[in-house]
């Protein structure tokens, strides 16, 4: 069965400085790799996914993404944050072969500083 | 677009009642799931469906029944509330293909609704 580790449950940085979210899985197949971000009192809304292909991925709002197969990690990334990035971020992953299921990580809580 | 809709926004409930969270959605979506967030836990799969007349569990299914009669609606039920059903609960829809999720799609979600079980 596959797993998502969010190492970070609260990140706190300044804004206008870069910020990094950290995400692990654990699978024995191929996966799909998704970012989703949370804003008070809202849904969840897709930032980017990871298919296949090209192993950095460009989503909204400027965010990034690496997947590294051999650390089994797929960080998030901003070269500047801003206040309206304050919000709860997801990692998730889905197998290939599994019908229906996308697993969660726990979430990291980005809090801006002005 | 309404997208995906639940109802209600907020409840609060004694332990041993019933109560239906209602989620519908506007577009034709196939797949629709429920999912329940706990601090600290992320959001964990309750059920989901793959389309009319097709249900089946998630993660954590104990305690909640669901149907799909519909395309648009995909109604969790909580026959006997406990106090560990107290969460914020979140419908979910997407495209599938041929009965099958297409698990590189993207889920639309709900606005939530946070219960409370006293």
């Known amino acids: 069965a596959q797993s998502v580790t969010q190492l970070d449950s609260q990140v706190p940085v300044f804004e206008e400085a870069p910020v990094e979210l950290r995400c692990n899985y654990s699978s024995s197949v191929s996966v799909y790799l998704f970012w989703y971000v949370q804003y008070p009192n809202q849904g969840l809304q897709l930032l980017l996914k990871?298919?296949?292909?090209?192993?950095l991925v460009k989503g909204i709002n400027g965010f990034e993404a690496e997947f590294n197969k051999s650390q089994t990690s797929f960080h998030l990334r901003k070269p500047s944050v801003h206040i309206s990035d304050t919000a709860e971020y997801f990692c998730a992953v889905s197998r290939y072969s599994s019908a229906s299921k996308i697993i969660f990580g726990s979430g990291t809580r980005l809090s801006i500083r002005p | 677009n309404a997208g995906v809709t639940q109802t209600p926004k907020f409840q609060v409930l004694k332990t041993g009642q019933s109560m239906t969270l209602q989620c519908a959605q506007d577009m034709n979506h196939e797949y629709m799931s429920w999912y329940r967030q706990d601090p600290g836990m992320g959001l964990r799969l309750i059920h989901y469906?793959?389309?009319?007349?097709?249900?089946d569990q998630g993660e954590v299914p104990n305690g909640y029944n669901v149907s799909r009669s519909t395309t648009e609606d995909f109604p969790l039920r909580l026959l006997s509330a406990a106090p560990s059903q107290t969460s914020v609960y979140f419908c979910?829809?997407?495209?599938?293909?041929?009965?099958?999720?297409?698990?590189?799609?993207?889920?639309?979600f709900g606005s939530g609704t946070q219960l409370s079980v006293l």
């Open positions: 990871y298919l296949s292909g090209s192993t």
């Open positions: 979910a829809s997407s495209y599938s293909f041929g009965g099958n999720f297409a698990t590189n799609e993207k889920l639309f």
């Open positions: 469906s793959v389309g009319a007349g097709i249900t």
